[in-house]
C-alpha cells in the first residue's frame, strides 16, 4: 500500500539519532524534550513555550511510512469544524487508494476505517484557491465549514506561498488538518533533519496562530 510514497523516506536511523536532531532542534528553540512510551514503542515529545507540541513515533497514518513527526497545536476552533489541506499529488495518490478499497469491497459507504482526513477527500468540498495562483496550482484545500476555512486561508495564505516556495514539494507527504479543534500536521518522520524541523516548526506555529485568531470571532462569523 501507497509504495509510490515510499521512494520519498530515507534511509531508517535509530531512535536515539532522532532523539538527538529532536534534543538540538529543542535546545536551540528553547522547548521541552521528553521521551515517552506510547502503546506501540518508544517515541519523543518536544514541548514548545507557545502551547503547541511535537510528536515523534511510530506512524499512525497508513500514508506515512516508518516513523512519523505530528505538530499539534489547540486551537479553540469548533470542535465540528473538518479541514484537510495538501498537495495536489498527494491528494491524488490518498483519493486513489480511497476509490481502491471502496470498489474492491463494493461498499456502499466510505470505510469507517480509514484516517478521517482521508475519508474527507470524499465527503468534503473544495475550498477556492483561487485568489493565489501558487495555492491553486498545487494545493488542496477541503472543508466542511467554508467560512471558517477562508478566514483560516485569508491569514494564512501568505505563510503557505512562502512554505511552497521554499520546501513543500508537490510530492512531499505533508498534511494539515483541523478537527475538534485540534490543528495537526504530519509528515515522514525519518531521517529528521534540524533544517527540516525549523522550516515546518517555524510554518506550523505561525498556522496555529492564525487559527486560534479564527476561533475568536464572533460566533456568527464561524456559522456555516
Request: hydrophobic content about 45%; glycine content about 8%; charged content about 20%.
Amino acid at each position: 500500500m501507497f509504495a509510490s510514497l515510499k521512494r520519498l523516506m530515507g534511509s531508517g536511523r535509530g531512535l536515539a539519532d532522532q532523539g538527538d536532531v529532536l534534543a538540538d532542534w529543542a535546545k536551540e528553540e528553547g522547548h521541552v524534550l521528553k521521551r515517552v512510551k506510547g502503546k506501540t514503542g518508544m517515541g519523543y515529545v518536544v514541548e514548545a513555550q507557545a502551547g503547541w507540541r511535537v510528536e515523534w513515533g511510530d506512524s499512525q497514518r497508513p500514508y506515512v511510512i516508518g516513523k512519523e513527526l505530528r505538530f499539534r497545536a489547540d486551537t479553540g476552533v469548533p470542535g465540528d469544524v473538518q479541514m484537510v489541506m495538501l498537495t495536489r499529488v498527494l491528494a491524488q495518490t490518498l483519493e486513489s487508494d480511497v476509490f481502491s478499497r471502496f470498489t474492491n469491497a463494493m461498499q456502499t459507504q466510505i470505510d469507517n476505517t480509514l484516517p478521517d482526513e482521508m475519508r474527507w477527500l470524499a465527503m468534503h468540498p473544495k475550498v477556492s484557491l483561487q485568489d493565489s495562483a501558487v495555492l491553486h496550482r498545487r494545493f488542496v484545500l477541503l472543508c466542511n465549514a467554508e467560512g471558517t476555512a477562508k478566514a483560516w486561508l485569508a491569514r494564512s495564505a501568505p505563510l503557505l506561498e512562502e512554505a511552497a516556495s521554499q520546501w513543500w514539494t508537490d510530492s512531499l507527504v505533508f498534511v494539515v488538518t483541523l478537527n475538534r479543534g485540534m490543528l495537526t500536521a504530519r509528515m515522514a518522520g525519518q531521517p529528521l533533519q534540524v533544517t527540516q524541523l525549523r522550516l515546518v516548526g517555524a510554518l506550523f506555529a505561525q498556522l496555529a496562530a492564525k487559527a486560534k485568531e479564527v476561533s475568536s470571532l464572533a460566533p456568527a462569523t464561524r456559522q456555516e
